[in-house]
């Protein structure tokens, strides 16, 4: 369960090969220095956790407090729109849920929703 009842919301934005982590994401980890996002092909799902700076494809977390990250995902884009089935580059948010035994936010693509850009944009 998230551990504050925020909005956990994962923002992928293909035209710009962006990826935001919204602040409720960033609180229900514990404000982590390093997260990993791992995908399971099978279930369609994305999985976001802190990791160690040492840890395979580690992102770094600014240290100043954010209201989001924005990181550039190419390649893990792609593979995601693939996945997913998503024939459009039009930008998805993705509502994760927290589960407290994996210290993870799970996301199921399949009930990613399709929005503007600009909305896009203002998902802080």
């Known amino acids: ?6 909005q956990l ?13 919204n602040d ?4 229900a980890l514990g404000r982590p220095k390093h997260v990993q996002i791992l995908i399971n092909d099978g279930a369609k799902r994305l999985l976001l956790r802190p990791c160690e700076m040492d840890s395979n494809q580690a992102v770094v977390i ?20 693939k996945l997913a089935g998503w024939e459009t580059e039009q ?5 994760g849920e927290f589960v407290d035994e994996h210290q993870a936010v799970f996301f199921d ?8 850009p600009e909305a896009a944009a203002h998902t802080a």
Request: with cysteine; proline share 5%; charged share 25%.
């Open 24 to 27: 409720g994401i960033l609180n």
């Open 62 to 81: 600014p240290a100043d407090h954010i209201v989001q990250v924005e990181i550039g995902a190419r390649r893990l884009l792609k593979k995601i729109r």
């Open 9 to 21: 919301l994962l923002t992928m934005n293909f035209q710009d090969e962006t990826m935001m982590i």
């Open 109 to 116: 693509l399949s009930r990613a929703i399709a929005v503007t």
């Open 91 to 95: 930008p998805r948010i993705c509502a």
């Open 1 to 6: 369960m998230n551990p504050r009842n925020e």
